[in-house]
């Protein structure tokens, strides 16, 4: 079992930036490859990006490129979201996800991945 903690969530004003960080405790963090989802009210959970199980190689939804990095330290056991830019239409909640499985470099869809954090809450005031 993994446990995932979410934190760094707030409010920001458009333009803004803020860094969200996830600490993983249980099995192996460098086990996993990581996600970061969002969910806005009344919209499906969408995938933010993800970074492999040794960082080497990251991956973004198309609106996130040039604007968020994520980025995790193995001896922490922590994945980070760093966010940049921000909009309005970032407002959500914002998940970090594990993925167990080894045989995907980067998953990009809710159901690849075995493991969710409760979720901090983003708004972004235009």
């Known amino acids: 079992q993994v446990e995932l903690v979410e934190s760094g969530g707030g409010m920001v004003q458009a333009g803004g930036s803020l860094s969200l960080s996830c600490v993983a405790s249980g099995r192996t963090f460098s086990n996993y490859a990581m996600g970061w989802f969002r969910q806005a009210p009344g919209k499906d959970r969408e995938f933010v990006g993800g970074?492999?199980?040794?960082?080497?190689?990251?991956y973004y939804a198309d609106d996130m490129k040039g604007r968020f990095t994520i980025s995790r330290d193995n001896a922490k056991n922590t994945v980070y979201l760093q966010m940049n830019s921000l909009k309005a239409e970032d407002t959500a909640v914002y998940y970090c996800a594990a993925d167990a499985s080894r045989i995907r470099v980067i998953a990009t869809t809710t159901n690849e991945y075995e493991y969710w954090g409760q979720g901090t809450q983003v708004t972004v005031s235009s």
């Open positions: 970074i492999s199980w040794n960082g080497g190689s990251t």
